[in-house]
């Protein structure tokens, strides 16, 4: 059988790929983003219930594997996406800032849960309001404690925001916008 | 619209022959002797206290001392006649008139008799100093460390009194009544500028954290780099203790720890010579909160303490507010909230057992036991609205009557989880590596269950038949047939008879599920009680009835007033007693919410029992205490 090249807008099914596609242009930075977000390892980082409903998306109902998230480090040294999953307490924000200090870059932040985007329930002595008081966050996840669909709806969301390339998370903003 | 009768208190609660014993043995020493829903509070001076409490281990039978907290009357002491008590010259302590500010309440249980006895004890805020009872009840440990933390009340004696829940360095105690909540204000475009000027800037930087442990016996320091030294002991078993031993830090980041505990370990090579917990990485300030809303929106905030079993929260909260009000909610509730709580007993032992054999290294159980776990969350959801936080239960009886369907649902879980229950055991029971790393592992005795003030699967695997649905039932549980198991073989627990009860106590709640559904079936009417004054009217009454209008009216801005006292109620969750002790003042908002959580005292077996074992060891031990850190911190 002779060797033919099909022009890839005329490929109907695996039965046509010969292997002999030709060059595939795109740019290196949609490359290194795409593998980013494809293969992206989160730091087992739960802290209280929002942490059981993490536990659930990576179960086997859910499952978050099939987003290739399915190798979750403990260490922070190995892992680029950490998912603050519940309340931070004051006794524990030093923790998670060091934790987060120590993840190499390219590093991301979903706030998990409504305790950790503002402080939840608990606006009192003992809870920051809100994780991004001390580390930067990428995107926060709703809910008490949102639905594991939810959570993933956020992963996905993170992805499409690296794919495209958008600026990176930020602090708690004194001034979001409402001095004008 | 007929209002509920008073309840009739079991008589049990009621320490009759005790008291009387007590009143003779101390005659002189017993200030008060009071009675309020049907439980017995004494009042002692702080001197007789270790008298007393030796007496009551000893002669009375008053084996578990379950609960040491503290009331500040910081308003009432603050506006009488002599507010701070101070005495006058020749005065006696039992001569000036209370209110002083702190009430110290200690809780004992004696299994034998059933039965509940209060120990009270008033101290002024000059002089916040009371003997420690850990020498009496080793299990009071951490509760005396709490009240400590959080009312600054010194006990002398104790071995170690430094703050366990909050930051070391923190300033006050929070849950005294002239601390701040610490409610951040909203900010909005016109009070953002002076919200901003009002923060502190420069804050000083924290001192370093001291240590989380003394260690026992003759000790050396060593140089650990960067100018630091650490305590280590020094035993006949090393030469060299510099070189042999480790101080190792086990968390609060950890993939084994069930959640933000740190472990302080001394090791030597593998072996554990000791382990000490440091929590309250997720001290939230729940019972502080709680103070703050009425009775009604405070059940939101019980939720998120065990957040494995939500419901027995709900359960908990609202029966000791139901005891407190004197009412009663309606068989037809009292069946879902027995449904309910069996089917979260299951969902929170799955979660127990998948995560231990997890820890352990059997992975598929985990995976097993998450599957079975959804099925119990679509129950919740149907029913509530909310797979975990449901805040199903209110005062009086449940929010809202049960869906259709909901019976059917049940029916296949319950079908579901009978067939899975056999998968577990075939998988687990006789398997030779998950019996080798769990056997003979953590062994601990009853004289450790007891006097560590240990409760729940905990207790019962050191052979102690003690399980509040049967020894001290609420919600009709008496009625249902079921049985508790226990380890009938010997009075050693360790890792594996605790996988055994709770896989056996899954299947007694499978039989207790199947009752109330046949139950459900045929007890048609109310989901909540028709008394008014504390549950609200049906939405419909409301476009027909005045007073109807009128009690929604009040309900939803002021909530109701309870009577001045305290009621304790406890509820048999899957970690043990978790017992509230609601203590009102009068108001609409309750006065102080204690919750005696089962994993903070459960926890106290973890340094106990550790010594000896290797590292790998430990992550079965703390998967063995079924410790869940919501309920440790609060």
């Known amino acids: ?180 | 619209m007929a209002v509920a009768s008073p309840i009739q208190h079991p008589t049990e609660y009621v320490v009759s022959d005790p008291v009387a014993r007590l009143r003779e043995r101390f005659s002189d020493k017993i200030m008060d002797v009071s009675e309020f829903r049907g439980e017995t509070t004494i009042t002692v001076p702080r001197e007789t206290l270790p008298d007393v409490a030796q007496a009551l281990r000893d002669e009375f039978g008053f084996d578990q001392c379950l609960d040491v907290t503290a009331l500040d009357w910081y308003v009432q002491a603050r506006n009488a006649p002599n507010p701070d008590g101070l005495l006058a010259d020749g005065q006696d302590l039992a001569e000036i008139e209370l209110p002083t500010r702190f009430q110290l309440l200690y809780q004992f249980l004696s299994h034998t008799s059933a039965s509940r006895l209060h120990l009270s004890v008033r101290l002024r805020e000059s002089d916040a100093n009371v003997p420690s009872l850990t020498s009496i009840y080793p299990g009071v440990n951490f509760f005396e460390r709490e009240v400590f933390d959080m009312f600054g009340i010194n006990f002398v004696g104790h071995p170690f009194m430094k703050r366990i829940l909050m930051p070391d360095d923190w300033n006050g105690y929070p849950l005294r009544k002239d601390h701040t909540l610490g409610y951040e204000t909203v900010e909005f475009t016109h009070n953002i500028d002076a919200i901003e000027a009002r923060k502190p800037k420069n804050t000083p930087p924290p001192r370093p954290a001291e240590a989380i442990f003394e260690i026992e016996g003759e000790t050396t320091e060593i140089p650990i780099g960067g100018g630091l030294t650490a305590t280590v002991p020094v035993s006949a078993e090393f030469e060299d203790p510099a070189n042999e031993t480790m101080l190792i830090n086990m968390g609060p980041h950890h993939p084994s720890t069930h959640g933000v505990l740190r472990v302080g370990l001394q090791t030597a090579g593998e072996k554990i010579l000791g382990a000490m917990p440091d929590v309250g990485y997720l001290h939230t300030g729940i019972e502080k909160n709680m103070e703050y809303k009425t009775y009604t929106k405070a059940i939101t905030l019980t939720d998120r303490m065990d957040y494995l079993s939500p419901l027995f929260n709900n359960l908990g909260y609202c029966l000791a507010v139901e005891r407190l009000m004197e009412v009663q909610a309606p068989a037809r509730a009292n069946i879902i909230r027995v449904l309910m709580c069996e089917i979260n007993r299951i969902s929170s032992h799955l979660v127990a057992v998948g995560t231990n054999a997890m820890d352990i290294g059997a992975v598929s159980m985990f995976t097993y036991a998450f599957r079975e776990r959804e099925a119990a969350l679509d129950i919740f959801e149907m029913v509530s609205g909310a797979r975990m936080m449901t805040s199903y239960f209110r005062i009086g009886g449940c929010a809202v009557d049960v869906p259709m369907g909901f019976s059917e649902k049940v029916r296949e879980f319950v079908a579901l989880m009978h067939r899975r229950i056999d998968e577990y055991r075939a998988l687990l029971d006789n398997n030779p590596i998950w019996k080798e790393r769990t056997q003979g592992v953590g062994i601990y005795s009853r004289q450790d269950a007891l006097a560590l003030s240990l409760t729940g699967p905990l207790l019962r695997a050191t052979g102690v038949d003690w399980d509040l649905r049967k020894r001290q039932p609420y919600c009709d549980y008496e009625t249902y047939d079921f049985d508790v198991p226990i380890n009938r073989e010997s009075d050693k627990g360790d890792i594996y008879e605790l996988y055994r009860l709770k896989i056996l106590e899954m299947e007694q709640s499978l039989r207790i599920i199947e009752q109330g559904l046949a139950r459900l079936a045929k007890t048609p009417g109310p989901v909540i009680t028709n008394n008014r004054k504390v549950a609200p009217p049906p939405k419909d009454e409301l476009q027909k009835s005045m007073e109807s209008l009128i009690h929604h009216f009040k309900l939803w801005t002021e909530g109701f007033k309870t009577p001045f006292g305290f009621v304790y109620q406890a509820v048999e969750s899957p970690r043990g007693e978790l017992g509230f002790l609601i203590s009102s003042d009068g108001t609409n908002k309750p006065h102080r919410v204690r919750v005696r959580a089962p994993s903070f005292a459960n926890l106290q077996l973890l340094p106990h029992v550790a010594p000896g074992y290797t590292i790998s060891d430990l992550v079965g031990l703390i998967a063995m205490t079924d410790i869940v850190l919501g309920d440790v911190d609060r």
Request: hydrophobic share 45%; charged share 20%; net charge neutral.
């Open chain 1, 1 to 180: 059988m002779a060797e033919q090249v099909i022009p890839a807008n005329q490929i109907r099914g695996p039965e046509d790929k010969s292997g002999a596609l030709g060059a595939v242009f795109l740019k290196l930075e949609d490359a290194v983003r795409w593998a980013r977000t494809k293969s992206m390892w989160p730091l087992l980082f739960g802290l209280a219930c929002c942490a059981i409903e993490m536990m659930a998306t990576f179960a086997s109902h859910f499952d978050l594997a099939r987003f290739g998230m399915e190798v979750y480090r403990a260490s922070p040294r190995q892992a680029d996406l950490m998912i603050v999953a519940g309340r931070v307490s004051r006794k524990m924000a030093p923790v998670v800032r060091q934790l987060y200090d120590q993840m190499p870059e390219p590093k991301w932040v979903i706030a998990m849960g409504d305790c950790a985007s503002t402080g939840g329930v608990y606006n009192n002595y003992a809870i920051l309001q809100g994780v991004d008081e001390i580390i930067p966050v990428d995107v926060y996840v709703s809910g008490c404690p949102p639905r594991p669909e939810a959570l993933m709806y956020g992963i996905l969301q993170l992805h499409e925001k690296i794919q495209k390339g958008e600026p990176r998370g930020q602090f708690k903003i004194e001034n979001w916008g409402i001095r004008g």
